[in-house]
């Protein structure tokens, strides 16, 4: 069984299953009958989203239909893409999205600082992210500027990092942004030029530096692969001296910037990804 226990507007509504859970749904008049009620055609449930934190519940009063399902149809595209998402993100989503359309209408425009950075860091995030504005001018008839599509990235890839961390999501973002963004300086002093941000060993190699900058940021530690790291990486030191100094140095960039200390092994798989990177070049 489930109720609808309260109305958000006619299109939006908290509900409960008889296990007691809560969750928000979304339907074309799904709000609109007198509150509490037994829901009983559950066909009307067009998109339901489990697990908000209960602290933002009261963030939905706020929000207009439009940008629910804006931002509800948003992070249906992210999810068919990335995968599950954390939960909160149609609601901060929402909020930041009724936010901009407040500034566009009232003629304050903000750029966002980061964009090219996020836009070579997490281009697939990005791509939904210029959707995005699609979706939003479809559902509350207005463009958001094309900085907006960054902004959205970054709320998707938060959470992804929180869906996967627990917690920090956006912090991480724009920490991984800057620190990633510092590393690709460093290779490409070493390549002598701007790198080629289409092919495919850069995608690979941001990936890589993607998932280092993750581990080094948080607390948890990968398992250990049980290789000689640390005869591996003489070998690459012998064989291909120019991917080994771009390695070390940006093993000391992290060590001096964040007191990092990176393992043999972490090091091997980035030398690995340095030297597959440069040699395409």
């Not at 995030?125 to 959205?152: N, Q």
């Not at 912090?171 to 002093?189: A, F, K, P, Q």
Request: contains cysteine.
């Amino acid at each position: 069984f489930m109720f609808i226990v309260s109305k958000i507007n006619n299109n939006v509504a908290i509900a409960l299953y008889d296990s007691g859970r809560k969750l928000v749904v979304f339907g074309r008049g799904i709000g609109f009958p007198k509150t509490p009620y037994e829901l009983k055609d559950s066909t009307q449930i067009e998109r339901a989203f489990y697990g908000i934190d209960k602290s933002l519940l009261p963030m939905l009063v706020s929000l207009s239909d439009k940008v629910l399902e804006a931002s509800a149809e948003i992070i249906e595209l992210a999810g068919d893409r990335f995968g599950e998402l954390n939960p909160n993100l149609v609601l901060t989503l929402a909020d930041h999205l009724q936010f901009a359309i407040s500034r566009e209408e009232g003629g304050i425009h903000l750029e966002n600082p980061l964009s090219t950075q996020i836009g070579i860091v997490y281009p697939r995030e990005v791509e939904v992210g210029w959707k995005g504005l699609d979706v939003c001018e479809r559902c509350c008839g207005i463009r958001l500027p094309d900085s907006e599509a960054y902004t959205i990235a970054v709320h998707i890839v938060s959470a992804e990092m929180d869906q996967a961390s627990g917690a920090g999501g956006m912090h991480l973002v724009m920490e991984s942004t800057e620190l990633i963004e510092e590393i690709v300086s460093i290779v490409e002093s070493f390549a002598g030029g701007v790198l080629d941000h289409k092919c495919y060993a850069y995608t690979r190699f941001i990936t890589h530096l993607r998932y280092l900058v993750s581990v080094l940021l948080g607390d948890a530690e990968p398992p250990e692969g049980g290789i000689d790291a640390d005869g591996m990486l003489d070998m690459i030191r012998k064989a291909y001296p120019a991917a080994y100094a771009c390695t070390e140095r940006i093993v000391e960039h992290l060590r001096k910037r964040s007191s990092w200390e990176c393992t043999s092994e972490r090091r091997l798989y980035l030398a690995m990804h340095v030297n597959q990177f440069l040699k395409a070049q």
